[in-house]
C-alpha cells in the first residue's frame, strides 16, 4: 500500500514496526502547518525552521509514547505548541510585531482562494491579507496561539483544546475574543484609511 494513503496513526503504527523510512510522510505532511504555526508565534523564520526540526526529532523519539486512541494531528501540535512556548520563555519574549515578512515563509494568503481575480482585486488581498497577519501578530498569546491554530493550521475546537491542555470552553471563549479583538484592529484599520476620503 502506498504510504500516502495511510492514516496518520496507521503510518505510526509502521514506524514502530521497524519502518522508520516511513518517518518522512509525517514531515511531508505536517512540515509545513508546523513551520507555519511556530513561525507566526516567534516571528523568526530561521528559529522556526530550526525549531520545527527540533519538534519532528521529539516527536520521532517519543512515538512510543503515542497513544493511538487520540488523532496524532492533536499529539504533534501539542508537542510543537510546548516546545514554541518553551522557545519563548527562554528568549523571555511574548509579544511580536511583524516588522517584515520572508518571501519563503507560509502565508495567509496560501489559505485564500484567489482565483480569476483582476490586477486591482489582487492589490486589495494583498493589502488586506497584511493587515490580516499584522494583526494577528499583534494579538496577545493566548489568542494568537488559538486563533494560529484554528484559522491557519485548521484544527478543530476539540483538538485545539487538546492540544494546548485548556478546557474546552477556554478555547471556545478566547477564540471568540480574539475575533472580536481581529474585527476591532480591522475596522480601526478601514476607519483610518477611509476617514481622508469622507467629507
Request: charged letters at 30%; one cysteine or more.
Amino acid at each position: 500500500m502506498d504510504e500516502t494513503s495511510l492514516t496518520d496513526e496507521a503510518l505510526v503504527e509502521q514506524i514502530k514496526q521497524g519502518n522508520i523510512e516511513l518517518f518522512e510522510e509525517i514531515v511531508a505532511r505536517y512540515q509545513r502547518k508546523l513551520v507555519n504555526y511556530i513561525y507566526r508565534m516567534i516571528n523568526d523564520y530561521d528559529s522556526a525552521m530550526e525549531l520545527c526540526q527540533e519538534v519532528f526529532i521529539k516527536v520521532f523519539s517519543s512515538l512510543d509514547k503515542y497513544n493511538p486512541e487520540y488523532k496524532f494531528t492533536t499529539w504533534i501540535h501539542r508537542i510543537s505548541s510546548n516546545a514554541t512556548i518553551d522557545w519563548m520563555r527562554k528568549k523571555k519574549l511574548d509579544t511580536y510585531s511583524i516588522e517584515g515578512q520572508d518571501d519563503d515563509s507560509p502565508g495567509l494568503r496560501a489559505q485564500l482562494e484567489a482565483g480569476g481575480l483582476s490586477p486591482l482585486q489582487d492589490l486589495e488581498m494583498n493589502q488586506l491579507q497584511g493587515r490580516i497577519e499584522q494583526a494577528i501578530a499583534e494579538l496577545p498569546f493566548i489568542y494568537r496561539q488559538l486563533i494560529i491554530l484554528r484559522h491557519l493550521n485548521e484544527l478543530s475546537y476539540d483538538e485545539i483544546a487538546s492540544a494546548v491542555e485548556l478546557p474546552l470552553g477556554t478555547v471556545k471563549n478566547r477564540i471568540f475574543r480574539g475575533r472580536e479583538i481581529l474585527k476591532g484592529k480591522l475596522s480601526e484599520d478601514m476607519s483610518r484609511k477611509g476617514g481622508s476620503k469622507r467629507g
